[in-house]
């Protein structure tokens, strides 16, 4: 049975370590993983945006926003022979993340935590906390 793996990428540092480990630890699978890359775009204020811009703008920018958020991520697994179908997505990070596990049936999320804790994790807020409260599936979090 293929593993699917479900990895989240927002282009930081701590995305790509977790983007890293899933090359460097590809041994601990049976068979070669299913890897899917996304990026979820946070929405703009729609009133104000829309207001001023076309839905077809609008999405040219998300896609090239994600697009470009996606590169680094998608030149290391290229790079090491990791075949993965990326998706980009616009909502709320941690709700889409959970969403699209379930949708594609993966068995693992791996995503890097900014490490934040503390007063700053709780005015800032963690994806990644809020990935591990709705994840249908083990979440692996890469610091």
């Not at 890293?20 to 993983?33: L, N, R, S, T």
């Not at 909502?91 to 993340?97: L, N, T, Y």
Request: aromatic share 4%; proline share 5%; hydrophobic share 45%.
């Amino acid at each position: 049975m293929t593993v699917k793996i479900l990895l989240p990428v927002d282009g930081s540092a701590c995305a790509l370590r977790a983007v890293d480990h899933v090359i460097e630890q590809g041994a601990w699978f049976k068979e070669v993983p299913e890897l899917h890359l996304l990026h979820v775009h946070a929405p703009l204020p729609i009133g104000r945006v829309q207001a001023h811009v076309g839905k077809e703008t609008l999405h040219a920018y998300y896609l090239e926003e994600s697009q470009a958020q996606l590169l680094d991520a998608q030149c290391r697994l290229d790079g090491a022979g990791r075949f993965h179908t990326s998706h980009i997505h616009v909502g709320q990070p941690a709700e889409v993340i959970a969403r699209m596990a379930g949708e594609l049936n993966c068995d693992l999320i791996v995503m890097g935590s900014h490490g934040r804790g503390g007063l700053a994790g709780l005015v800032a807020g963690s994806v990644a906390q809020r990935v591990l409260h709705l994840a249908p599936c083990p979440v692996l979090l890469v610091k």
